[in-house]
């Protein structure tokens, strides 16, 4: 039966290296789609145009694609509007709706200089109605290519494997490449790979799952192999290092595999513990443990209990693995139940007759509340967009995931979060709206505020909880001037608005300077604010700070704010105060 996938925290397992920047694949697919506009209001406004070259530092670069991808939530990464570079390496977006983007030239083969850090990838770019922006260029430089070949044992062509690549230079961090397919970095039906558009540096390469010990699930019918690291060594020390320059090629970086793990299943039945009868329908999820067996180092789940209550895992690699009641899924399943995980020992054979039983769980209900919105109407249509969030503080074992169901919020403001185990519990809220923006200012427990969670015992009826949020609707602009010099390449330029008086709930909001030193902050409440600049380049102590300046904002106020950053002052000269 299908099974999702959910978060790996286990540094040691493999993932695909082409998914390091995440939504890169987003990217893609929006690439392949029209280009889209997002914001119906901005269509009848002067649209935009962008215009720049991309070089290798000499000559033009022929058929790159430039994109104006989306920096507002929730369309971020979305792709508002494209254009491919001519003979000479220029290119000319035009029809782009004013708005917050990142500008990027999506080139697999190529590594792109200068591209700030973070995510979504790209250099920032306010644009206004009618602005005409020259002058956007790229630097390009080939990518290095890492080719090999992965076999079995026998010498066989291992199809489909994902090969994975560490840096060896930078705390084993996957370099950030951008693909066109997921597949990229997979081998195909001679067992041979080809990773392209990585930056220059060193690199261990390896492919396969896990350490010899520790669990690994095989979903579907793949075989399953340790990780192996290039040439043949199961031990990360012992790896080979490979040192690539800038558009030179590894060839022959060939992975010997050994045999394929024999993988078993686990199975057992859910009974309800006050009962003993079966439960079926049931979501459960299973994971393995990280080598200290304390942990669930990655986990799958989603699968349901038969009529019988019963539940089968997949493949199972020799380990540790527990599973448990599946603490996400339809209102229908196990939302009222939770589950103490049960671990097992796979060793040589199958794992038969685990049971795992229900518990009736606590309830934890209340009401979200709204700071910040002058009328009822705005604040009821903030509350019929929230979701509350509640997560397990973790201390000691964690044999199982953390997170629960998350509860959508009635239109009175109320909530209830149902089938939860006992244990200390912290609350969130999130929300989406038009003319402001949400975010959580307080957790109160009976009038009381909460500060460290709330303890949750075995079958309480928790009431009394308020969420406060704060809706904010007032905006800062600015424009951040550089004198005497120009900032490192790669650094991101971040503005920050403090609030000093005035006001109650969120007292800070951030932006970021984009390339002509623009800046937005919104979801302001009212009240005077200290606003500066500050950011830190990459792999160095330095860090860059601006002026400071006050400015204060009304409800759905908007003010403006000019800012100097001297690099000639002594806090930008080399070292953080």
């Known amino acids: 039966m299908p ?27 929006a690439l392949c789609a029209a280009a889209s506009v997002f914001a119906q209001g901005a269509q009848r406004e002067v649209p935009a145009t962008v215009a720049g070259r991309v070089t290798d530092g000499e000559r033009g670069v022929a058929g790159v694609v430039v994109m104006l991808t989306s920096g507002d939530q929730p369309v971020r990464s979305r792709v508002a509007a494209r254009a491919k570079t001519d003979a000479e390496g220029r290119y000319r977006v035009t029809n782009v709706p004013p708005g917050r983007y990142q500008v990027m030239p999506f080139a697999p083969a190529y590594v792109v200089e200068g591209l700030t850090n973070g995510y979504p990838p790209g250099r920032p770019l306010m644009l206004a109605a009618g602005d005409v922006v020259e002058d956007i260029d790229f630097r390009v430089e080939r990518g290095g290519v890492v080719t090999g070949r992965v076999t079995d044992a026998e010498g066989n062509a291992v199809i489909g494997m994902t090969v994975s690549l560490l840096s060896a230079d930078n705390n084993n961090q996957r370099p950030r490449i951008y693909s066109f397919d997921p597949r990229d970095n997979m081998t195909d039906d001679r067992g041979i790979y080809r990773i392209y558009g990585l930056p220059a540096g060193r690199y261990r390469v390896s492919a396969g799952q896990g350490g010899e010990g520790s669990g690994a699930i095989s979903f579907g019918r793949r075989k399953l192999y340790r990780r192996t690291f290039y040439p043949d060594t199961t031990d990360e020390a012992q790896a080979e290092v490979i040192e690539l320059k800038a558009g030179s090629e590894a060839t022959d970086i060939d992975i010997k595999l050994g045999n394929a793990v024999k993988t078993y299943k686990a199975s057992g039945v859910f009974v309800v513990a006050e009962t003993g009868m079966r439960a079926p329908n049931i979501l459960f999820g299973y994971g393995a443990l990280d080598p200290s067996g304390q942990r669930v180092s990655s986990f799958g789940g989603g699968t349901a209990t038969n009529a019988r209550g019963e539940f089968q895992t997949e493949a199972l690699a020799p380990g540790r693995y527990s599973v448990f009641a599946y603490p996400f899924g339809s209102p229908q399943n196990n939302n009222d139940f939770y589950s103490d995980p049960v671990t097992f020992e796979v060793t040589d054979a199958d794992v038969t007759g685990l049971v795992v039983k229900l518990k009736r769980g606590a309830t934890l209900s209340g009401v979200v509340a709204v700071e910040g919105a002058s009328d009822r109407a705005t604040a009821a249509r903030v509350v019929g967009q929230m979701i509350v969030y509640a997560g397990y503080e973790t201390r000691g074992p964690a044999t199982a995931p953390g997170n629960i169901n998350p509860a959508k919020v009635a239109p009175d403001g109320s909530f209830r979060i149902t089938g939860l185990r006992p244990g200390k519990l912290h609350i969130s809220a999130s929300g989406e709206t038009t003319g402001g923006i949400v975010t959580i200012s307080r957790v109160e427990l009976n009038g009381a505020n909460v500060t460290n969670g709330i303890d949750v015992a075995e079958g309480a009826q928790v009431a009394g909880v308020r969420v406060v949020v704060v809706y904010g609707s007032a905006v800062i602009r600015g424009q951040l001037n550089v004198l005497n010099g120009t900032v490192a390449p790669g650094v991101r330029l971040t503005a920050f608005a403090r609030r000093v008086s005035g006001g109650e709930g ?72």
């Open 3 to 29: 099974t999702r996938a959910h978060s790996n925290t286990n540094p040691s397992k493999p993932h695909r290296v082409r998914a390091t920047a995440r939504g890169a694949l987003a990217l893609l697919f």
């Open 506 to 577: 969120e007292g800070w909001r951030s932006g970021e300077v984009d390339l002509r030193g623009r800046f937005v902050m919104q979801g302001l409440t009212p009240g005077e604010y200290d606003v500066h600049v500050q950011g830190f380049v990459p792999g160095t102590p330095q860090r860059y700070q601006s002026e400071h300046q006050s400015v204060s904002v009304a409800e759905n106020g908007e003010a403006s704010v000019t800012l100097s950053l001297d690099l000639n002052a002594p806090q930008n000269k080399g070292g953080r105060p």
